[in-house]
């Protein structure tokens, strides 16, 4: 476990390194290996390379070429190829989007995707649907993200989110927990309280663990890893290279995290 008290120790923040690398990254164009992971496509390619498991592709289409519900399996989701935080994410189940707990037609998706000019704008940008995962006990629903907070081949922590809705953030819930599945001693973000109960480990949590690790050390840098457990093993979700954009850590873990960090990309 980190210390509990960093202060007046020199350490950089975490949130000063992330905001410092969106700046090189897309501001002043820094070329760095592996820097375009974090699209939805090509963290897919990179994970199948590795042998990682990925969600199936039912289609990689636009937006006017969405097919019709009717001809799509009964659960499945649609996003696009860029984004974060499950903005313009529409997990489908029998014509409910389970994010907004709300009736959803393939006109309402086309619509929503076209009113947000960074995607109906986008030259390279792709819409993809893919596979509703199951989560691995069988719960209905949408299933958990285990998103690692990893630098190379070393995890920092674990944030499970069992995610509820998108417009009622109070109805998701958070664990933060060690490699060992043990809570953290303390709060992580300031706006996710974590909860209290414990949470089962998944029967494939030592897959999800190897399947980071692989990835984190061909990475070579800090990276959140997001990741599903489900009834066929470890799947890979997505890359993160500047989680919150950096914002809303607490005090304790901008420094803890901050001391992790080495080099210019987290793993010196």
Same mark, same amino acid.
């Given at each position: 476990?980190?210390?509990?008290?960093?202060?007046?120790?020199g350490?950089?923040?975490?949130?000063q390194?992330?905001?410092?690398?969106?700046?090189?990254?897309?501001?002043?164009?820094?070329?760095?290996?592996?820097?375009?992971?974090?699209?939805?496509?090509?963290?897919?390619?990179?994970?199948?390379?590795?042998?990682?498991?990925?969600?199936? /592709?039912?289609?990689?289409?636009?937006?006017?070429?969405?097919?019709?519900?009717?001809? /799509?399996p009964?659960?499945?989701?649609?996003?696009?190829?860029?984004?974060?935080?499950?903005k313009?994410?529409?997990?489908?189940?029998?014509?409910?989007?389970?994010?907004?707990?709300a009736p959803?037609?393939?006109?309402?998706?086309v619509?929503?995707?076209?009113?947000?000019?960074?995607?109906?704008?986008?030259?390279?940008?792709?819409?993809l649907?893919?596979?509703?995962?199951?989560?691995?006990?069988?719960?209905?629903?949408i299933?958990?993200?285990y998103?690692f907070?990893?630098?190379?081949?070393?995890?920092?922590?674990?944030?499970?989110?069992?995610?509820?809705?998108?417009?009622?953030?109070?109805a998701?819930?958070h664990?933060?927990?060690t490699?060992?599945?043990?809570?953290?001693?303390?709060?992580?973000?300031?706006t996710?309280?974590?909860e209290?109960?414990?949470?089962?480990?998944p029967?494939?949590?030592d897959? /999800?663990?190897?399947?980071?690790?692989?990835?984190g050390?061909?990475?070579?840098?800090f990276?959140?890893?997001d990741?599903?457990?489900?009834?066929?093993?470890?799947v890979?979700?997505?890359?993160?290279?500047q989680?919150?954009g950096?914002?809303?850590?607490?005090?304790?873990a901008d420094?803890?995290?901050?001391?992790?960090?080495r080099?210019?990309?987290?793993?010196?």
């Open positions: 476990m980190p210390p509990l008290d960093m202060r007046n120790n350490v950089v923040p975490f949130s390194r992330i905001k410092d690398r969106h700046r090189r990254w897309w501001q002043e164009g820094a070329q760095v290996n592996h820097k375009h992971v974090g699209g939805k496509l090509a963290g897919r390619q990179f994970a199948e390379s590795l042998g990682c498991k990925v969600p199936h /592709l039912y289609g990689l289409v636009d937006i006017d070429e969405i097919p019709e519900f009717s001809d /799509l009964s659960r499945f989701v649609i996003k696009p190829s860029v984004g974060w935080s499950a313009n994410v529409f997990a489908i189940e029998d014509g409910i989007n389970l994010l907004q707990d959803c037609t393939r006109k309402d998706v619509s929503l995707l076209h009113s947000d000019p960074k995607i109906s704008g986008g030259a390279n940008v792709k819409i649907i893919e596979e509703f995962l199951q989560n691995w006990d069988g719960k209905r629903g299933p958990y993200d998103k907070y990893t630098f190379a081949d070393d995890i920092a922590f674990i944030h499970v989110i069992e995610r509820n809705s998108n417009s009622r953030l109070a998701n819930r664990w933060y927990l490699e060992k599945w043990d809570p953290l001693s303390r709060q992580v973000v300031t996710q309280i974590p209290h109960g414990r949470l089962p480990k029967d494939c949590f897959e /999800l663990v190897d399947r980071v690790k692989t990835m050390r061909e990475l070579g840098m990276m959140r890893i990741m599903y457990a489900t009834d066929r093993g470890a890979f979700g997505e890359f993160t290279p989680p919150h950096g914002n809303g850590f607490t005090a304790w420094q803890w995290l901050g001391s992790l960090w080099g210019v990309e987290g793993c010196g």
